[in-house]
Each structure stands twice: as structure tokens, then as C-alpha cells.
């Protein structure tokens, strides 16, 4: 407890394959983004973030938080925001630094765990006067939602969260995507997040050199030339691993958060589906589906994927 290992999930036989589940909902299947209004919300170390909203309920909202890369617009997103606004949600999605089509001011981008820029909008969206606010999170964003909450007791008006395709032990995924076809997913990152560094050594070129971008190949690389050397959080690659890996944090949980981690997830590894420590935990809820892929999660009978659908119900199960 409270490990769930009673699902409900079914989807049809074709996507009881993890790569067709997470190539569909992320290539194939077009959500239609909400019609957000976008906001900028300046930061005290001179940097900004771009956030996408759309208000409907004064009181009750939900806070997106994207994957690797992603950005507030991913077709994930997309599904969850327009799911909650049915259901009446305010809806606030945000972008990590450089994810929402505008390059941010200062060397740092982001990481699994960059909880402070995550607090920003947290405590951004409390001032609008909204005080019953739920955190969807998926991959990354659901690591920096565990990360976040399992070491600042103070959020008060965040009541609970779902992490989706979350990795928990960091490592194990880095490995998990370095291996066979999984290398699909990983080019496409390193593509992405290469051409970001390459342009923070125009930005930066005494703090960045052009060099560093040369011949980055797997995620340690980008971690060990540009994440510990830049953003100062970090000593090497094994504090990275263990300071940014939600496992080490989420003894702090305290409020109910629900992740769905799939058995056939591409990018998780052997390490992120820690049912045991769920079993001891009395605020970590852990649903572990044998398929859904990587931020997929496809359902028989709904455009809208089962993640979605049960983060929804979580929130109403919780009773809050």
C-alpha cells in the first residue's frame, strides 16, 4: 500500500507494443492545442518563463508540466489540458527554459530537477488567488514534480499530483535508452538539445566552448559538458544521478501523488518501477501497467489516453 496492481487500463492489441503506443501519441495522433493566452513570468535571476493559460474555474486549477524537450504544446499536453478544461480546470502549462519557441536569457537551460522554476509558477498561479491547484507531470516534468515536492513541505496550495512515464532512478533510464531501437528516442533529444548548447556557446562563448558541442552522443555527455560545468547544482555526473533522480527524494512526499509508470515503457528502466518502496510509502501511489509506452497510454474508446483519464479520477478519488 499503496502499490495499485488492480487496473482498469485495456487498449486495443496494436498497441500492446510499447514503440507503436509512444510513436502514435507523440507523431501520429494530432491533439488541438487549447486557446491559450501566454504569459511571462520574470524570474529573480533575470531569466523568464513562458506560460500558457486558459481560466475558467477562480479557485481550482491544474499546473502542466512537459518532458524532455517538450514544451507546453506537446501533443500529451494538449490531452490533459483539454481534458481538465472539459471538466471545468483552469489550466496552466508552462515551459522549461528554451522550450517555449523564445531562447532564455541566462546559460542555464534545465533539468530534472530544476524545482525552483517549477515553484515560480506554483507560487505565480497562487497569487492569482487560485488555492486548490493538481500537478500533471509527464517524464521530466513528472520528475521535477517529485523532486519538488519530495523536498519543499511548504506548498500549500497544491493538493496532489500525477507523474506520468516518470523516470525514478535516472541512470537506469539513461542506460535503458542506450540500448537498441530504444536509440530512436534518444537521437531525437540529443538532436534537440545539441543545437541548444551549440547556441548558448554563441551566447556564452567564455563560459561555453563551441568544443563541448562537438560529438555529444548519449545523455551522460550533455550532463558532463554542459548541465554540471554550467548550472552549478551538480559536482559530477553521480551527484547529478543522485540529486536529480526522484528515488532519493520522495521519502519527503507528503501530499497524495499517483505515478503510472508502463512495464513496456521505452525510455524506463529496470530501476523505475520501484513497486517495494511504494509498499512502505504512505503518500506515493504507483500503478504499473504491463503496456502504454512512454507518455502514451492509449485507450479502446477514447480520443483522451487512460493517464489523462486517471489522473482525473484521482484527484476526484483523493476527496479533496
Not at 24 to 33: H, L, P
Not at 44 to 68: E, N, R, S, T, W
Not at 245 to 263: E, Q, R
Request: charged fraction near 20%; aromatic fraction near 10%.
Amino acid at each position: 500500500m499503496p502499490y495499485l496492481d488492480n487496473l482498469s487500463y485495456e487498449t486495443h492489441f496494436i498497441f500492446q507494443n510499447g514503440h507503436i503506443s509512444t510513436i502514435y501519441a507523440g507523431i501520429i495522433q494530432k491533439m488541438n492545442e487549447p486557446a491559450y493566452q501566454r504569459m511571462r513570468i520574470d524570474l529573480p535571476d533575470g531569466d523568464f518563463l513562458l506560460v500558457d493559460y486558459l481560466m475558467q474555474d477562480p479557485k481550482k486549477a491544474i499546473i502542466l508540466c512537459h518532458g524532455l524537450e517538450g514544451d507546453s504544446r506537446k501533443n500529451y499536453n494538449n490531452s490533459c489540458a483539454n481534458y481538465f478544461l472539459e471538466k471545468g480546470y483552469s489550466v496552466f502549462a508552462w515551459n522549461n527554459r528554451s522550450c517555449g519557441g523564445e531562447m532564455n536569457l541566462r546559460p542555464q537551460l534545465y533539468h530534472h530537477a530544476s524545482i525552483k522554476d517549477l515553484e515560480e509558477v506554483i507560487n505565480h498561479v497562487s497569487a492569482e488567488g487560485i488555492d486548490e491547484i493538481y500537478l500533471v507531470g509527464f517524464s521530466l516534468g513528472g520528475d521535477q514534480i517529485l523532486n519538488l515536492l519530495g523536498r519543499n513541505k511548504e506548498l500549500n496550495t497544491v493538493k496532489a499530483a500525477v507523474a506520468i512515464s516518470a523516470p525514478f532512478q535516472l541512470k537506469s533510464s539513461a542506460e535503458k535508452i542506450q540500448g537498441g531501437i530504444n536509440k530512436i528516442y534518444l537521437s531525437r533529444f540529443i538532436r534537440k538539445i545539441k543545437a541548444k548548447i551549440h547556441h548558448k556557446a554563441q551566447q556564452f562563448p567564455d563560459l561555453v566552448s563551441l568544443e563541448s558541442t562537438r560529438n555529444i552522443k548519449s545523455f551522460e555527455d550533455v550532463v558532463n559538458r554542459f548541465i554540471v560545468p554550467i548550472h552549478g547544482d551538480f559536482s559530477d555526473l553521480k551527484d547529478y544521478y543522485n540529486k536529480a533522480s526522484p528515488i532519493y527524494s520522495i521519502d519527503g512526499i507528503k501530499i497524495p501523488v499517483l505515478v503510472i509508470n508502463a512495464f513496456d515503457d521505452p525510455i524506463l528502466g529496470t530501476e523505475d518501477h520501484p513497486i517495494e518502496m511504494a509498499k512502505q510509502h504512505d503518500y506515493l501511489f504507483l500503478e504499473t501497467p504491463q503496456h502504454g509506452g512512454h507518455c502514451a497510454f492509449p485507450l479502446k474508446i477514447s480520443k483522451h489516453p487512460y493517464s489523462v483519464v486517471r489522473a482525473y479520477q484521482f484527484f476526484r478519488e483523493i476527496g479533496i
